[in-house]
């Protein structure tokens, strides 16, 4: 591996270019690694097979799920590059057109940040979704995955690199640290003369590392305590669907619910069927005590229910296990969003519009939803083709990061020799 140092020179050099190039370039890169990905199933599925082979016993089956490949899951990673060349190229876009009282003509420009830092743990998808993403929008990336996906993430960096060379684009656009020392990575973070941004992708660790060792800017997110509530007018036939599409549908990712809050008005109605729906999908629950009294009461057989104790709330599951509270109000189920999210996607369940527009309102989520399932917190799922990270801060960017949040902008003014009076 080269010295990180020629590396950040290396992706200055390329960002230069790549925010010169034309979309048509950027999206022959794009179509051209599609189908080389498509093209090397075999290698990338071996290269994967031996690190899920060494992962076990060592990493959780929640991380093992995002470790894993398969043809499907790959055939799907290469649609989404598909899908983020149809999209319309964010570089150059001018808005905020005007022209000022001393005849100047004013605009905003849509430009390249520059380069990125990615850094991740065992979700080699985010090699792709960081190289198409990255291209198209002008950006160059160096990506630092963990030791457990290294042979996978190799892999799928040749594509990568083949593909940036068919299209005539810096084969130094993409690059990746190949070495798991965790010493460099330390020094990554120092690179603020080289790396623009740096977004980490992992497990709230490595966020709380990023932010109090990097001299970059960072995109923190991806930690999902998600909340669906129910609230006393909710349509209860219809809200069981969506709730087992929340929790059951791929637990281990970031925008499955973690606990659902129940209006104590329809609480002893409700729980019993959610937990009997949910059961047979090898659900367990974690329930406050009203929850809990009313699910002893009922007759479950089966069901795995035990009394959540502190901190149950405040845990982001990734599992098959699903945190049950009663609350009395709307009120109180926004003050137990705010107090154990985790800003990433929430939501309610209602037939009530004015509790929808005041859920909506007072939580400051990154994603709300009315009368939906979490799970559409995804960059396709949305329309953005792909995402790099779902950002919980304030600032920038929130919710999945595409095309358009890898961008800034600068100040275009034209005048006729103008000078200021």
């Known amino acids: 591996m080269i010295a990180l ?11 230069y270019r790549l925010g010169t190039v034309s979309t048509d370039q950027k999206n022959a890169f794009l179509f051209r690694l599609a189908e080389l990905l498509e093209e090397q199933i075999p290698a990338i599925l071996k290269a994967n097979a031996a690190d899920i082979e060494d992962a076990q016993g060592v990493l959780s089956p929640a991380m093992i799920d995002r470790l894993t490949l398969t043809d499907g899951r790959i055939r799907a990673i290469a649609q989404d590059v598909r899908n983020v060349a149809g999209l319309p190229d964010p570089v150059g876009e001018v808005f905020d057109e005007f022209e000022n009282p001393a005849g100047l003509h004013v605009y905003k420009k849509r430009v390249p940040i520059g380069v990125a830092a990615v850094i991740y743990e065992s979700r080699p998808n985010v090699t792709i979704d960081s190289a198409c993403l990255m291209i198209k929008s002008g950006n160059a990336a160096i990506l630092r995955g963990g030791k457990e996906a290294i042979r996978t993430n190799l892999a799928l960096l040749a594509p ?4 940036l060379r068919a299209a005539d684009l810096p084969q130094e656009a993409i690059q990746f ?8 990575m330390s020094k990554l973070l120092q690179m603020d003369d080289w790396i623009d941004l740096l ?3 992992g497990g709230a660790g490595l966020h709380e590392f990023c932010r109090k060792n990097s001299r970059i800017p960072v995109i923190t997110g991806g930690i999902g305590i998600c909340h669906l509530f129910v609230d006393q007018s909710a349509d209860l036939e219809k809200s069981l669907p969506v709730i087992r599409n929340a929790k059951v549908q791929r637990p281990t990712v970031c925008n499955a619910m973690e606990t659902l809050l129940v209006h104590r008005a329809v609480a002893t109605e409700f729980l019993p069927k959610v937990c009997a729906a949910l059961s047979p999908e090898g659900v367990a629950f974690k329930a406050d005590e009203r929850a809990f009294a009313i699910l002893s009461a009922a007759d479950l057989p ?4 035990e009394e959540a104790i502190e901190g149950d709330f405040d845990t982001e599951w990734l599992a098959l296990i699903l945190g049950l509270r009663v609350v009395d109000d709307l009120s109180q189920a926004i003050a137990h969003i705010r107090a154990h999210g985790t800003l990433h996607s929430d939501g309610i369940l209602t037939e009530d519009q004015e509790n929808a527009k005041r859920f909506v309102s007072a939580v400051n989520s990154a994603c709300v939803y009315v009368n939906a399932s979490t799970r559409f917190t995804d960059g396709a799922q949305l329309g953005l083709g792909a995402e790099i990270a779902v950002s919980t801060q304030p600032l920038h960017a929130r919710g999945p990061m595409a095309l358009r949040e890898l961008t800034t902008y600068q100040w275009v003014i034209q005048g006729d020799y103008h000078s200021r009076v």
């Open 160 to 163: 990568v690199t083949a593909a």
């Open 177 to 184: 640290v190949d070495s798991p020392d965790r010493v460099l």
């Open 5 to 15: 140092s020629q590396m950040g020179l290396n992706a200055r050099e390329a960002a």
């Open 199 to 201: 977004i980490p992708r």
């Open 302 to 305: 089966g069901v795995r229910v």
